[in-house]
């Protein structure tokens, strides 16, 4: 089969023939139909993010694709459904704390790096074997759509973080983030889940007013002034009433103290999920006062990607016409033109834009 292999870190993809994945028990073979090429993937195949991902590898994270192969522990899937192929790895020996690997992509711990030894390649190839409970069903599609169904990948992150926090049909929710991949995301997800109001803060005016034209009276933007007094205030004036969730997402570039004002515009008994990158590349703390989270019975939270049983009622919103899939604008490649398509996903990385292989 055909694939893009990384042969070193700072390298050039390579697309070249190699070995078709060979199936064991309790594992699924896909053929990839397409794969989502992220934002920041070249930062991670030059090593900036210092992922570890042992070369030479495949590369890829998530695909949309069909089922070519099923193991003897297979009930329901068979040759020629659609699925989504969920790079979320977790290790079956450890229920309580299971390690987590994303395939083709990173890994943590020791324990994770066992894993990846085996589900090591990723979705940019023609076929992946990725584990049977990864493989979920998404139903009949037209292969045209592939591409656009690939926006799974994105919106899973967030939805995760909206089912972390318990999010309820009703409920106003700030995103911190908004104007972000996922922060964007996370505000069609929420809406998508019945919220009745969304906060939007940001910088970019452009971004901003994009948001409230695309999903009117249900969202409401904020533009930062880096003034915490300010901020806060104007938080909480825009919700129209008490805001009850705080999701962050905020990338590792982002000031602590951005988050930090986006949470402490909760109300009392109020949530707030952390998931984005502050603080990765050093800088402050988040530093939150103690007596208010004590004193207001605030729940802080820490979430990381999403729990299975995400995908498949992420797929129901969907198929219900929850959640509309058309706001992502794609831009699709062929496998020969991998490299083209890492450069245009660095360039187009704001919300609602997907970049795509197609092998």
Not at 26 to 36: H, L, R, S, W
Not at 73 to 79: E, G, I, Q, T, V
Not at 320 to 326: E, F, K, N, V
Request: proline share 7%.
């Amino acid at each position: 089969m055909k694939a893009a292999v990384l042969t070193a870190f700072g390298r050039p993809l390579d697309v070249k023939n190699v070995p078709a994945p060979v199936m064991g028990t309790g594992e699924v073979i896909v053929d990839v139909v397409a794969a989502p090429v992220l934002s920041y993937t070249n930062e991670v195949l030059s090593g900036e993010r210092k992922y570890l991902l042992p070369v030479p590898v495949i590369p890829g994270c998530g695909a949309i694709g069909k089922v070519r192969q099923t193991g003897p522990d297979s009930a329901w899937l068979k040759p020629g459904d659609w699925v989504f192929c969920d790079p979320t790895v977790r290790s079956r020996d450890n229920a309580l704390s299971p390690e987590i690997v994303l395939q083709g992509w990173s890994a943590r711990g020791e324990g994770g790096q066992k894993i990846q030894q085996y589900h090591l390649n990723g979705s940019l190839a023609e076929q992946i074997r990725i584990p049977t409970e990864n493989a979920v069903p998404i139903g009949d599609i037209s292969p045209a759509e592939a591409g656009r169904w690939c926006a799974i990948n994105t919106l899973l992150i967030a939805y995760g973080g909206l089912l972390s926090m318990d999010l309820k049909a009703g409920e106003r929710l700030l995103v911190s983030g908004a104007t972000g991949n996922f922060g964007s995301s996370a505000v069609l997800a929420a809406l998508a889940m019945g919220a009745h109001k969304v906060i939007a803060p940001g910088r970019s005016e452009q971004v901003l007013n994009d948001l409230k034209k695309r999903f009117g009276s249900r969202v409401e933007t904020v533009k930062l002034t880096g003034t915490a007094e300010i901020d806060i205030s104007a938080m909480k004036h825009m919700a129209g009433g008490p805001i009850d969730a705080v999701l962050d997402f905020l990338p590792p570039s982002a000031q602590a103290t951005v988050a930090r004002n986006a949470i402490m515009s909760v109300r009392p008994y109020g949530r707030a999920v952390l998931m984005g990158g502050v603080g990765m590349l050093g800088g402050d703390d988040l530093s939150l006062p103690y007596p208010w989270i004590m004193r207001n019975l605030i729940t802080v939270k820490g979430q990381w990607m999403y729990e299975p049983s995400a995908v498949p009622t992420l797929c129901g919103l969907i198929r219900a016409g929850l959640l509309d899939l058309s706001h992502y604008d794609v831009t699709e490649f062929p496998l020969e033109r991998v490299n083209d398509s890492v450069a245009h996903a660095a360039k187009n990385s704001g919300p609602f834009k997907l970049t795509v292989v197609r092998p």
